[in-house]
């Protein structure tokens, strides 16, 4: 696949671009808006292209130029800009991908989503935006995988997960590193079109987990 990484600079990103640039069945291009950034993508083994989630002229020029056939949404805003970059940059990213005919989609959410008052009150407001992009893509005519990982860690990756509709929190978090690898894994894989699932360390290998029975 030819895949475009939207936030291909941000800590997930950069892993989901430097995999996809060492699959041997993916081209990877990485969607940055700042210039200074395409060396480091470059570096990655992926293509910089220039694109701006919050600018939908700017999306549809960056499908356009990469050719992609599918979509990695990973950007966020960290807090600053929850509902203009993760929730309706996002739902930038899926009215562009629709127009282009770029049916593949696969978007990094976060656990809680659909249940904010669970979290700490500094992130409820970033985990309701995060709903309503989920909702959003489900509610599209693409071929959606939304996978809800715990706290993310800059742990090595190693490449066991645990994946499922409800996991227990007692242990919630899974290294970025193992994220970016089963939202790159998932890209082909059927068992998981169309599912929304919640991604914690464990001790399956990756591919091995995303073939079992997932969350609608």
Known sequence: MDVLVAGAHGA???HVTRLLAEHDDHAAHGMVRTPSY???IAALGATPVRGDVTARDSLDAALEESGADALVFAAGSSGADVWGVDRDGARNCVDACADADVERFVMLSAMN??????????LREYLRAK?????YLRESELTATIARPG???DEPGTGHVRVGA???RSA???PREDVAATLVAALPMVSTYGVTFELLSGETPIERALRSPLAD
């Open 12 to 14: 997930v990103g950069q």
């Open 131 to 135: 709903a309503e992009a989920d909702a």
């Open 151 to 153: 706290a993310l860690t």
């Open 113 to 122: 989503a659909e249940a904010p008052g669970e979290s700490p009150a500094e």
């Open 172 to 174: 919630a978090s899974v």
């Open 38 to 40: 395409d060396d480091d």
């Open 166 to 168: 409800d996991l227990d």
